[in-house]
């Protein structure tokens, strides 16, 4: 029930001559937790980078284009509702939404995406709409075979 202290013969630094050694080992249990923690919310939030709304794109053999920054994205889908990325959106608002969102730049690229269910005139009166708007760099969206 008693405690004993063992001075080591008078010298403190337990014998090493006084003199104090740092520990030279890295401990790495708290980075390899940080890069668990980091990995599964990656994987969580990998899916959800993806695009918001789910069609059925048309198959096509057609290289994909060269990008030189990013596109906007309008999507149209099985239904004919239209969305800019996933906020959906009326036909008559859809120019001057892409104005605003491109700061008036009308050079920016803008990909359609129709689903393949879809008539294609609804395509092509998203596309006319575009174009009203005076952007001239529309492409549609195709899958690769």
Do not use: C, W
Not at 2 to 16: D, Y
Not at 23 to 31: K, S
Request: hydrophobic share 45%; no cysteine; glycine share 10%.
């Amino acid at each position: 029930m008693g405690a004993s202290v063992s001075n080591m013969g008078g010298k403190r630094g337990g014998g090493r001559g006084g003199r104090y050694q740092p520990l030279a080992e890295i401990n790495v249990t708290p980075f390899v937790d940080v890069m668990l923690v980091l990995l599964i919310v990656f994987m969580v939030a990998a899916p959800l980078l993806t695009a918001g709304v789910q069609v059925e794109l048309p198959k096509a053999q057609a290289k994909p284009l060269p990008q030189d920054s990013k596109p906007l994205e309008v999507t149209v889908d099985h239904e004919g509702a239209i969305f800019i990325v996933d906020s959906p959106i009326n036909l008559n608002e859809l120019g001057p939404r892409l104005t605003a969102i491109s700061d008036n730049n009308k050079d920016v690229r803008i990909y359609v995406r129709g689903d393949t269910k879809l008539d294609y005139g609804r395509v092509m009166e998203v596309i006319g709409a575009i174009n009203a708007s005076g952007f001239t760099k529309v492409a549609l969206i195709a899958e690769q075979r």
